[in-house]
């Protein structure tokens, strides 16, 4: 009933070789956000630590305290709107790094869905007389087990879905209500 010693070292093989390339696809995208990550905190850094700079000679330059509050006021909403952008641009990169996360995770799946569904019709192939039984159950179980990943990341798709469109939506909705209390 079960495949040749070569059909298994060849189904072990590909397993390594797959999951290489995944390892490898991961760490490169992992990398690559890492890098967008850094590169943001760091233009945000500087960014802020010139802003500042400036904002802080501004303040300094007050004469009065009427003047010294219409600057920490008018600082209010570009800051505001800064800090919604940057959290806008830390979005898109989670978001990215768990779309390629997803889409490699599929085509793994695939990737593993093909080699069992070939270990398995080689084996149906091999099979003694009177073992049609095995076989189907093998199969079936393979089926249910396909059935259930497939049911598995539907839900984990919807939920990120939901998740993001949530976070758009309190997004949208902060803006308006923070400008209404920077400008009442």
Known sequence: MFPSQDAISQAARANVESSLNLYTALTGKTI????KLWTLNLTAAKASLDESS?????????KDPQQFIALVTAQTKP?????IAYNGHLANIASGV???????AEQRFADIGRQIS?????A????????ENAVAILKTAFGNATAGYEQLNKNARQAVQAFEANIASAASQFT?????????
């Open 176 to 184: 308006p209500a923070a400008s209404q209390t920077v400008n009442p």
């Open 98 to 104: 768990q779309a390629e996360f997803s889409r490699v």
């Open 54 to 62: 400036a904002t802080t000679r501004q303040l300094l330059a007050a």
């Open 118 to 122: 070939q270990f398995v019709d080689e």
């Open 32 to 35: 690559e956000s890492i890098e």
């Open 79 to 83: 800051t505001l709107d800064k800090a």
């Open 124 to 131: 149906a192939k091999n099979a003694p007389p009177g073992s």
